[in-house]
């Protein structure tokens, strides 16, 4: 999926969850899921958070797209970091955006792979990335947003 529909589904999902969950902050838990949902693409060259972080355009030349960054193996390293540095609302936060963009990516005809490097089993979905169908879920869950927002 393209980044902003990785955004869309990030945001949406964070407004979902904020009533049955107790933040020191909602803005910044919403910003940080909406960054985690950009943050698996860190292994594509032209990717949003490579375009809006450029210290991490040095990652694709060691790791393939939708190779280890698009495995649980992330996240749960996020989480554990949490743990150990005692930070878990930034991390748990992070890692709930980065879940949102794993579980949106294998909707797609690509597929990912949950346990890369360990398991060759790919998931996949209908969806094309880039085509009118994706152009359709992005503008539904923008209205899914304005709507838990205002309504």
Known sequence: MLGRTHLAI????????????????????????ALG????????EKSKINRLCPV???????????GFFHSLF????????????HEQFLCYSLAFGYMTHLLSD????????????FSTLHIRGPIETG?????AIFFGVMAGIVLKLFV
């Open 10 to 33: 990030g945001v949406l999902c964070a407004l979902f969850l904020l009533p049955f969950i107790s933040v020191p902050s909602k803005i910044l838990f919403v910003f940080v899921v």
């Open 37 to 44: 949902s950009i943050l698996p693409d860190v292994d594509h």
């Open 56 to 66: 991490t355009r040095i990652v694709p030349a060691f790791f393939k797209h939708r």
């Open 74 to 85: 992330p996240p749960a390293l996020i989480i554990l970091a949490g743990w150990y540095f």
């Open 106 to 117: 294998s909707l797609t005809r690509m597929g990912i792979n949950f346990l890369h490097p």
């Open 131 to 135: 085509t009118i169908v994706e152009t």
